[in-house]
């Protein structure tokens, strides 16, 4: 079994059900096979893809994007997922790493896509204006791929360095599909929004495989803004379970909406702030549950039960079929309420990085994946992040994280976004600096706020500064950069 199996055995008893709500457009099951069908033989036939060759899949939210995808794996092929908002360099690094044989790209990505073909490195491109003409062909046998075959380079957000691109096989989203499956007690009734990039690894999979493997739908957006029409399309078109990160909540917490047909919010991408839960929880009656996982895990390797209990501040419990242990430097496993690295170990855990065998090895040991996030486990089995290990200060040799001091600051009134850094400091090695965002139309007072935080946290917890700015920055799918927030703090 593979994703186009899994996928055409989904489609097949239900070729005339909506597939994708996408604003007019409701586009069938048949529309999304036929689709692929073309792309794969264009493929085949056209590029001599063969099995194993890495097509990059360069595009904006659009109903082409999971037939690209299920077109790839028909033709046999790895995806190569490219992040639409990177220049052309970015990109060039991503499919000169990867090898990618085939791009499929956006005609809206204008200049950056012509830029790219102009590079003339041997990449053929494909424009998804071509599908229509494509989808009336003949039906093309599908390419037999393996459980143990690669399906996808997922390539990590390159906050730091270059990207590595995790190999994830089929069988590890078909393990992963699977035990969302389970979790979110998903039917074919269900209509996922999808508002987040398709390309992000949450979207992926929770937003695109989870529900079309299971023959339910998407309500798909092109864009955020305003958010009023999206509030409009997820009444419109009945959209059930809603994914995203924590920034889309803060909104919602910010909002005066009409009943909308909600039945389950999903946050994942990012820590979601405990006030900001508590809020949601008490404007809204559909529970909004928190999760966890990195892309290498295909991504979900925990969530809160659906049924609860929820705990705030976890991330739940792990999904069917995964394990998580908690370890020390020496790679000892902690009992609970101790703090150490998350690790991870199941069918849902990549291979590797690609070509790249030591960074690999670094982080696949003994069967584990090591995640580079720290974390406790309670008595009861529920997981919480306490921040990445890269982002951990030592400040008078005692271990800070920056997550609970921003939880903090969270609480503080007209604080409407917070992020904590280390910065050098000669009499403790590190200090704590914080930039918040206030509330629009509020002025925050530093002096009051660092002196509620003082009462709320020991000492060398409490920021040496506090820096109001406009907005924090974030990537594509709202996670906070923190390597820019050190840019701008060397930079004053």
Not at 131 to 149: I, K, L, N, Q, T
Not at 375 to 403: A, F, S, W
Not at 435 to 455: I, M, P, S, T
Request: one cysteine or more.
């Amino acid at each position: 079994m593979n994703l186009f199996a899994r996928f055409a055995a989904a489609a097949e008893p239900r070729l005339s059900r909506t597939a994708i709500c996408w604003g007019d457009d409701l586009h069938s099951f048949d529309w999304l096979r036929r689709r692929a069908n073309g792309l794969a033989a264009h493929l085949v036939q056209d590029h001599n893809v063969q099995p194993g060759d890495r097509v990059a899949v360069w595009l904006k939210n659009c109903p082409e994007f999971p037939a690209t995808l299920f077109g790839v794996w028909q033709a046999g092929g790895v995806v190569v997922m490219v992040n639409n908002f990177l220049k052309p360099d970015e990109v060039d690094f991503i499919l000169s790493d990867s090898g990618a044989k085939v791009v499929v790209a956006d005609a809206s990505l204008g200049e950056k896509r012509q830029e790219l073909e102009s590079r003339n490195k041997g990449w053929s491109f494909v424009g998804i204006e071509e599908y229509d003409s494509m989808a009336d062909g003949d039906p093309m046998e599908p390419v037999s791929r393996g459980h143990e075959d690669l399906a996808a380079l997922l390539y990590t957000s390159g906050t730091t360095g270059h990207p590595k691109g995790a190999m994830l096989t089929h069988g590890n989203f078909i393990h992963n599909v699977t035990s969302c499956l389970t979790c979110l007690e998903l039917t074919e009734d269900d209509r996922v929004v999808v508002l987040l990039p398709q390309f992000h690894s949450f979207m992926f999979t929770v937003g695109t495989l989870v529900p079309l493997l299971a023959g339910a739908g998407i309500v798909l957006m092109k864009s955020l803004h305003p958010f009023k029409n999206v509030i409009a399309e997820i009444i419109r078109h009945k959209g059930t379970i809603l994914p995203a990160v924590p920034a889309i909540y803060r909104s919602l917490t910010q909002a005066e909406l009409p009943p909308l047909p909600l039945r389950l919010c999903l946050s994942g991408g990012a820590p979601l702030p405990v006030e900001v839960l508590k809020e949601f929880q008490r404007r809204y009656s559909y529970p909004l549950v928190e999760g966890y996982g990195p892309t290498e895990t295909s991504p979900v390797a925990t969530l809160n039960p659906v049924r609860g209990p929820w705990k705030a501040g976890s991330v739940g419990v792990p999904i069917p079929e995964v394990e998580l242990s908690i370890r020390n430097e020496a790679g000892d496993e902690l009992p609970a309420g101790e703090t150490g690295e998350i690790c991870i170990r199941g069918g849902n855990v990549m291979q590797g990085y690609w070509r790249q065998p030591e960074e690999s090895d670094q982080v696949l040991r003994g069967g584990w994946l090591y995640t580079g996030d720290i974390g406790h486990r309670d008595e009861d089995g529920y997981y919480y992040i306490t921040d990445r290990k890269k982002d951990m200060l030592l400040v008078n040799g005692i271990n800070v994280y920056p997550r609970e001091i921003e939880e903090v600051i969270y609480q503080f009134p007209g604080v409407k976004e917070a992020a904590v850094i280390g910065v050098k400091d000669e009499r403790k090695g590190e200090a704590p600096i914080a930039y918040v965002v206030a509330n629009d139309g509020l002025e925050l007072q530093v002096g009051e706020l660092r002196k509620f935080v003082k009462g709320k946290l020991a000492d060398y917890k409490v920021p040496k500064e506090v820096r109001v700015i406009e907005a924090l920055p974030r990537n594509a799918t709202g996670k906070v950069l923190k390597t820019e927030l050190r840019k701008m703090t060397d930079e004053l």
